[in-house]
């Protein structure tokens, strides 16, 4: 194992005379592997180049549809570049302060806000695909060799409301709904909390009734938006 300091990245190695870049360098130029050596003498002479890494700037886009969003008050989302697995971070939104050192790992961690969503994300115009975590949607740059230009795209959700009820069969008079209705939402995993009626939902949501007649009744039958619906159940 080859200790090479913070400030330092291996540039090229060789065995002996002759053997030129034998071998595997990580992602982040720090850590040499080498096997299956052919040794023809008792010791091994290995010569190792280090130089100090270049710097590149790390830069993102949010965009909305095609348009780019710019007032940070506004962005769909908020996205964190960790580095080399620390939860040191990219200063991306400064142009002063977002370079890293070459070979560099980044974490790039997007957290959608309330009623937008991650429709793609690019790093120097390819196609990322992300993990769903706990902090949100995240992919991997394996050791940074140039600039990183990130551009994420989301779209708006709409939104709907969402009302519900038991018909009255007494009209004016006391009792007649025979039975309550309750209902619950959630979309991709997430609960609406407290969801009861006159509630929002953004589009793609699933939402749960649940009918609980009275002793002695049945539901006769449900209605959406003002439809009987025989097949909802």
Known sequence: NLTIPDSLIVDSWKIGETEQNVGTLSNNKKTLSISNLQLTADSLELTVHCKAPNSYGVTVKQMLDDTEVTETANLPATITIKKNGTDDTVNWSSSDDNKVPEATILRVIIQEKDGYELQSVSCNGREQT?????????????????????????????????TFSVVDTNGDEAGGTNGTLSATAERKGKTYDGFGNGSTVYEGATVTFTAEPAKGYCVKEWQINNQPKQNYL
Request: hydrophobic content about 40%; cysteine-free.
């Open 130 to 162: 992300t993990q769903d975590t706990q902090g949100g949607k995240a992919f991997t740059i394996d050791g940074v060799h140039a600039g990183v230009n990130i551009v994420a795209t989301f779209v708006k959700l709409k939104e709907y409301t969402v």
